[in-house]
């Protein structure tokens, strides 16, 4: 498969572009990789993961704890390895891992928290040392006594998609190699269930029908077994290479162009199948081709397997929070073999319905008929249906109602919606009228909304409704900050009420669904009124948007920040992707309760 | 099926470039500091206040005027240490044609005047602190890598950045055409 081969390459070169050619220094928290846990009540266990070639000081360690009633007892430190030094004479290193464990006693059993910070200093084999560096952990006491530390619980719960804790999943990461890749494959199974694959069906089983006439089910297996391989393909590569560059890659991935160019193709394929176009081979070469039917052709193959890669990059945004926690742990610990291997782990389990879909298409369909005609227009419309849904995050309302309705109205006169039945018809006949002039009325209704300007394209008409102030939710009233000192003032500012820092982008689909599902929530607002709300709309991306992710290891919208009343970030309580009202309402109380 | 496949593969490495460029360009900006930025941060540098060996408080503001080698160092960091006796020398050698170098150590006072004391160090070194990591952070030393130079102008102009050990050919390269 020379194309596929070259599709491999293309992807594989771009991050090795945007590395740059300058020998890199890690940055301190990647070259000391912290981590800290309770061990029992009266032990924190601390451990460093030590790139090669960096070292650290047996002796330069430093611990603080607050509250003030927790004292810490003497770190246990494992012997270094000893060196000469010609001015301070004998001093110990430490290489690779590194596990601490520090004693300490609390007066107060009460306290929920314990606030620890280790400030610690190494080197590089290069010829140079870092500056005292500080590394913070919450460890939330409390949480010994419900035996697993809360981060780790959802992980395998059924609800563990919306919960999206980055933490948990990163945590995930420190068992081995194989129950990781196998966690991964499972998550992904989950995913599966999850509207996020909904989009890749569709386009597979265009692809498969599209193939040919004669689709078996060993051959619609296989096509669908391509399409999911480079589906994790991208995810593997994605993951390495976002690891690699610290990029926020799914908006690079989300930027106007590259999405229109995606509806673009999906336009191109909708119109081939609605038969505007044939996209077939002249005749000599068909025949050529009817004889090796039974067998894959590489062209087709790469075909398939590149929208597999295509369909990977659209649905990005939709995992978000497994995604963002594999991708946190990745440029953290560079471990991009681990990484990569996980994330394609996690796509295979989210292929598996895809190749039942295959499997079934190849099973379910006859040879030939004429009702594949209509099967292949009825993927013709899903994607040109796509292909609105994928540019509408950057379209006025009024323009997504009007492409709506144009593509309704004409599918609806395609399905013979006006056309008088004649008088011994059969069910089908009957039933695709009855559909065509839902989609008729729909259509319309979307044009008249176009036209009265709605603005809600869940309620076409809602513009023409008599205004009743009383019944329009308000605005949620989010102070705006675009840069990391805006936030510490604004932090400040709040002193005494709890924080929440909401990261969005006008291209953030899960940003939207938020904030008209979830913050519109008359449970969520209550507790909005609590505290203070802000919002760093990062759409622009610029270097204080990028300073302000990093800080918060973010990779981009969405993501959803919380800072206690003292304005230190909550950690473990992240929510990362689209959380329904039910769950939100549990993490802002949790939120809210949070205190020292 | 050739025609979509080539097709794919167009629209792809479109997507590719695509990629690469935006990244290309988000990279860049995330890399910080402009020239003026840079400018200011080092003009914080030479106001910030620093500690000297005694304990009083002092300014690099004093220094200015002269061709000046700001040396980020701490006595824990091997690789510091080793291009003291370079710091040495050449003071010795261009101190009189109006170089001077500065070291502001990230280090305990105690140990960096005894290493003052061994090592001979012939030009002002001054005790740093938070700040001044902040500030070294602020130049551009994103990392806070230690040793990092500054390599300043009579007016005080940022001339260079050297994270890292400096060679000797190199610094006099940077600071003859300055003196």
Redesign the interface.
């Known amino acids: 498969m020379p194309?596929a081969r070259?599709?491999l390459a293309?992807?594989l070169?771009?991050?090795a572009?945007?590395r740059?050619a300058e020998p890199e220094?890690?940055?301190?928290d990647k070259a000391f990789r912290f981590a800290a846990r309770l061990v029992d009540e009266r032990s924190i266990e601390l451990s460093y993961q030590i790139a090669p070639g960096y070292y650290m000081?047996r002796d330069?360690f430093r611990f603080t704890a607050a509250p003030a009633d927790v004292r810490l007892g003497d770190a246990r430190l494992p012997e270094g390895k000893r060196h000469r030094?010609?001015?301070?004479g004998e001093v110990e290193t430490y290489r690779g891992a590194l596990r601490i464990v520090l004693p300490f006693e609390r007066a107060d059993a009460g306290a929920p928290a314990i606030a620890l910070s280790v400030v610690s200093?190494g080197?590089a084999d290069?010829?140079?040392?870092?500056?005292?560096?500080e590394h913070r952990a919450e460890l939330k006491v409390a949480s010994l006594v419900s035996g697993p530390t809360r981060s780790d619980a959802p992980l395998f719960g059924g609800t563990a998609l919306a919960a999206g804790s980055d933490e948990g999943i990163a945590a995930l990461f420190r068992a081995g190699f194989w129950l990781v890749v196998a966690s991964f494959f499972g998550f992904g199974l989950l995913l599966s269930f999850t509207p996020c694959v909904l989009p890749m069906v569709p386009i597979l089983s265009g692809v498969i029908v599209g193939?040919g006439h004669r689709v078996t089910r060993t051959k619609g297996l296989l096509l669908a077994a391509i399409y999911v391989f480079g589906m994790a393909m991208t995810y593997a590569v994605a993951g390495v290479a976002a690891g690699l560059?610290g990029?926020?890659l799914s908006?690079?991935?989300q930027?106007p162009?590259?999405v229109g160019?995606f509806a673009?193709?999906f336009v191109?394929?909708a119109l081939a199948m609605l038969g505007v176009y044939d996209?077939q081979?002249p005749v000599a070469l068909q025949s050529r081709?009817a004889l090796e039917s039974s067998r894959m052709?590489g062209?087709?193959a790469?075909?398939v397997f590149?929208?597999g890669?295509?369909s990977a990059l659209i649905v990005g945004p939709c995992v978000a929070a497994p995604l963002a926690g594999a991708l946190l742990y990745i440029s953290q610990s560079r471990d991009v073999v681990l990484g990569g291997s996980a994330l394609f782990a996690m796509a295979l389990g989210m292929g598996v319905p895809l190749l039942a879909v295959g499997a079934s298409a190849g099973a379910l369909m006859p040879k030939a008929g004429p009702w594949m005609e209509t099967v292949k227009r009825g993927f013709g419309t899903l994607l040109l249906g796509m292909a609105i849904y994928l540019v509408s995050p950057f379209l006025p309302v009024s323009v997504q109602m009007f492409l709506w309705s144009a593509l309704l109205i004409v599918t609806a006169i395609y399905l013979r919606a006006i056309d008088p039945l004649p008088a011994g018809a059969h069910g089908f006949q009957r039933f695709s009228k009855g559909v065509g002039i839902l989609a008729l009325i729909a259509g319309l209704a979307y044009l008249v909304g176009a036209l009265s300007g709605g603005r809600d394209i869940l309620q076409p008409l809602s513009g023409l409704r008599v205004t009743d102030p009383g019944s329009v939710p308000s605005e949620t009233p989010f102070a705006r900050v675009a840069s990391g000192a805006e936030l510490d003032d604004r932090i400040r500012a709040a002193a005494g009420r709890t924080v929440m820092l909401d990261f969005y982008a006008d291209w953030c689909v899960s940003c939207k669904e938020m904030e008209r599902y979830t913050f519109s929530d008359e449970r969520v607002r209550a507790r909005f009124r609590e505290m203070a709300l802000l919002q760093a709309d990062v759409t622009a991306?610029?270097?204080e948007h990028?300073?302000l992710l990093?800080r918060f290891r973010l990779f981009g919208p969405p993501g959803i920040v919380f800072f206690d009343r003292e304005g230190r970030e909550i950690q473990g309580l992240r929510v990362i992707g689209f959380q329904p009202a039910e769950r939100f309402v549990a993490v802002l109380d949790q939120a809210l309760g949070f205190q020292r | 099926m050739k025609a979509r496949a080539v097709g794919i593969v167009a629209v792809m490495a479109a997507l590719s470039a695509a990629a690469g460029a935006a990244y290309h360009l988000w990279s860049r900006g995330s890399d910080g500091a402009s020239s003026r930025d840079l400018a200011e941060a080092v003009e914080r540098v030479l106001q910030a206040r620093v500690v000297d060996l005694q304990g009083a408080s002092q300014s690099l503001q004093q220094w200015r005027g002269r061709v000046l080698v700001v040396n980020y160092w701490a006595t824990w960091c091997a690789p510091c240490r080793e291009e003291i006796p370079l710091f040495v020398r050449m003071q010795e050698r261009y101190g009189e044609r109006g170089l001077l170098f500065i070291g502001i150590a990230i280090d305990q006072p105690d140990k960096v005047a005894e290493f003052a004391r061994e090592f001979r160090v012939n030009y002002p070194l001054v005790l740093g602190g938070v700040d001044s990591i902040e500030l070294l952070r602020q130049v551009g030393n994103r990392a806070g890598v230690l040793p990092y130079t500054l390599v300043l102008d009579r007016k005080g102009n940022l001339v260079s950045r050297e994270p890292g050990g400096i060679k000797e050919a190199k610094l006099e390269k940077l600071i003859l055409p300055l003196l």
């Open positions: 194309i070259f599709l293309l992807l070169i771009v991050p572009f945007a740059g220094l890690l940055e301190p000081y330069r030094d010609e001015f301070f200093q080197c290069v010829g140079v040392c870092y500056v005292p560096y193939s560059s990029a926020m908006a690079a991935l930027n162009w590259v160019a673009a193709v191109a394929l996209l081979l081709f052709h062209g087709h790469a075909g590149s929208m890669v295509l991306n610029n270097a990028a300073a990093k």
